[in-house]
């Protein structure tokens, strides 16, 4: 059975461009977490999907990161503009539901130069 | 605040000895407790966890011990393997609240051979 795709793995790219991650879920996992992960530290949650509905996003800087997650398989995350402390590493999780164990993709790893 | 907590930030153990791998929290709602397991340029990978209705779960080499009262839980491995070299993150979450998981910083163990 085919894990968490993440793409793209690595994107470097200069202050105040957008970039954006994808992620595809496991199948048949209804509930998909995006993480942002710095340097040292642990993964912090940023938004949660239930299907295509965010009931989670309170962690969301929502003033330059937005999410998609429109046919509530395949999810996107978008930062626009970036900036110099947005250099982390995004992951993507998925899980049959919410109470059930998040499985973790390998992660974009975004440098903002 | 830091609601998980994983005060070494490294540990070295000979082959074939136990690695523990300590973890604490400070929410007494977190009712659900995992270890994942994450190497270079990889996402965590789910490893092992317990409800807080146990004290002790085991999976092969790896065992998760839950000390309620002391707000503690530990993971041991024996006999610790080459392979086991990664980093280790505690994961905390309150079933019966927002199922959010909120990880430790991990603890980085070399297993020397």
């Known amino acids: ?113 | 605040d830091q609601q998980v907590k994983q005060n070494s930030p490294s540990l070295s153990v000979q082959e074939g000895r136990i690695s523990i791998l300590n973890c604490d929290y400070t929410n007494s709602m977190f009712d659900y407790f995992l270890w994942y397991k994450k190497y270079p340029a990889e996402g965590p990978t789910f490893l092992i966890s317990i409800s807080s209705i146990k004290d002790k779960n085991e999976d092969g080499r790896f065992t998760v011990f839950l000390n309620k009262s002391a707000k503690h839980l530990s993971l041991h491995i024996v006999p610790s393997q080459p392979g086991d070299s990664a980093v280790y993150f505690c994961a905390a979450s309150a079933k019966s609240g927002t199922y959010k998981y909120i990880f430790g910083t991990g603890t980085r163990l070399k297993v020397l051979a």
């Open chain 1, 1 to 113: 059975e085919a894990g968490v795709v993440q793409s793209p793995r690595y994107k470097i790219i200069e202050k105040k461009q957008p970039v954006a991650f994808w992620c595809n879920p496991i199948s048949g996992h209804n509930t998909l977490y995006w993480y942002l992960q710095n340097l040292g530290q642990g993964p912090e949650l940023l938004i949660r999907y239930e299907n295509e509905e965010a009931v989670d996003d309170s962690q969301l800087p929502k003033d330059r990161f937005s999410a998609e997650r429109l046919k509530g398989v395949d999810s996107t995350l978008k930062i626009q503009p970036a900036e110099l402390g947005d250099s982390a590493v995004y992951l993507c999780a998925s899980s049959l539901g919410t109470q059930e164990t998040q499985y973790f993709g390998p992660g974009t790893r975004l440098l903002v130069l």
